[in-house]
């Protein structure tokens, strides 16, 4: 691994001979390189806030026996991902996401995708679904410890134009993020080149998975806001967004059952309004961004446009996320990690959620 050194007001390690964000020289460059301008104000220290586990408080009952199990199993799962070289990682992911397939009910991922593709390439996208999702594992668990050197080198951009002009207007930028490709490599990508980002986790059981996933994230520098009900999310990702920062917001999913209904791929569904009440609270333009997995442990990461809002109501503002996660999604649509229900003609009716409560 790369030797890591501290950045004057900036507690998290970054890559030795990497500008500090944000910097003067961003753009493109005669050699046909890129120059990333970082998030921030210039001179301003970057306060990743660290210490979530911290702030959310014990679960009000004890876990059953068969969620502590399941914590430990994730656990030594995880540990033994890290402690293996990289290629047999990668290969036992392989491996398990062709078993995954064959034996697992792929009635979810199919009706998914059988939204976004042509019939004849529905067997080929839900065997990539599942390829995609194996590979996102091996690499989360990795995440905090990969060479950012090495990351770099692997790693196609295209797009920075339109995040590194948002954030020239110096507002943050709204990251609008799908299930798909491979997020937590994505953050170790931006944090060492200077963008920082803020994101929403659920708190979930077992804790010891939760507990696991934030503090291997806040290890890559972001900063994580615990979702919890009740709490006011967008007052500290508002927060972020003053500072010129990223505030990044997974959004092709409801947990609530109460986001507002919209058309997404022309079925309705419900599409977490969370991007646009901070877009309406801030002014901070909503980006789409996606890391896509490329062939032989490589990455693209792919900038689009920001998504046109001025003007628009809530439901509206929330039908504009939706088109831009159709955009995410379209650029591969196998690495759409769909495995839950999506549409609302796949959700549970008010009456089959309350037998299972």
Same mark, same amino acid.
């Given at each position: ?10 507690? /998290? ?17 005669? !050699?046909?390189?890129?120059?990333? %301008?970082? *998030?921030?104000?210039?001179?301003? +220290? ?12 014990? +679960?009000?009952?004890? #876990? *059953? ?7 430990? @199993? ?5 540990? /033994? ?15 398990? @996401? ?17 939204r976004v593709v042509p019939a004849d390439q529905l067997d080929t996208a839900v065997e ?23 990351? !770099?080198?692997? $790693?196609? /951009? ?23 490709? *491979? ?39 972001? #900063? ?11 007052? %500290? ?8 920062h990223l505030a990044g917001l997974l959004s092709d999913r409801d947990l609530s059952g109460? @986001? ?24 901070? +333009?909503?980006?789409?961004? $996606? ?24 439901? #509206? ?41």
């Amino acid at each position: 691994m790369a030797d890591l050194e501290q950045h004057m007001g900036d507690p /998290t390690p970054m890559v030795p001979g990497l500008a500090p964000a944000p910097r003067d020289d961003f753009g493109p460059r005669p !050699d046909g390189t890129h120059a990333y %301008r970082g *998030s921030g104000h210039r001179g301003a +220290p970057v306060d990743r806030n660290h210490g979530a586990v911290d702030r959310v408080p014990p +679960p009000r009952t004890p #876990e *059953s026996l068969a969620q502590r199990l399941t914590g430990y @199993a994730w656990d030594a799962a995880w540990e /033994t991902v890290r402690a293996l070289p990289g290629r047999p990682v990668f290969g036992m992911a392989g491996v398990g @996401a062709d078993l995954a397939r064959r034996v697992a009910d792929d009635t979810m991922i199919r009706r998914n995708l059988s939204r976004v593709v042509p019939a004849d390439q529905l067997d080929t996208a839900v065997e990539g679904a599942y390829a995609s999702y194996a590979r996102y594992y091996a690499e989360a668990f990795r995440a905090d410890v990969m060479d950012p050197a090495w990351l !770099d080198d692997r $790693t196609t /951009t295209s797009g920075f134009e339109h995040l590194d002009g948002v954030l020239e207007q110096g507002r943050g930028a709204i990251i609008l993020l799908a299930h798909h490709g *491979s997020w937590d490599v994505a953050a170790r990508w931006a944090e060492s080149h200077g963008y920082h980002l803020a994101c929403v986790a659920e708190v979930l059981r077992p804790r010891r998975v939760f507990h696991k996933f934030v503090t291997m994230r806040e290890r890559l520098g972001l #900063e994580i806001v615990p979702l919890r009900r009740g709490d006011d999310l967008t007052g %500290r990702l508002a927060t972020v967004l003053e500072q010129n920062h990223l505030a990044g917001l997974l959004s092709d999913r409801d947990l609530s059952g109460k @986001a507002p209904l919209v058309e997404l791929f022309g079925e309705p569904a419900r599409i977490p309004a969370g991007p646009a009440l901070l877009n309406r609270r801030t002014g901070a +333009p909503i980006v789409p961004i $996606t890391m896509l997995h490329r062939p032989g442990t490589r990455y693209h990461l792919q900038v689009l446009p920001p998504l046109e809002t001025e003007g628009a109501d809530l439901r #509206e503002a929330v039908q504009v996320t939706a088109r831009g996660i159709e955009d995410l999604i379209r650029l591969a649509p196998e690495q759409w990690h769909a495995f839950q229900p999506i549409f609302e003609a796949d959700r549970p009716t008010p009456a089959a959620r309350e037998g299972t409560s």
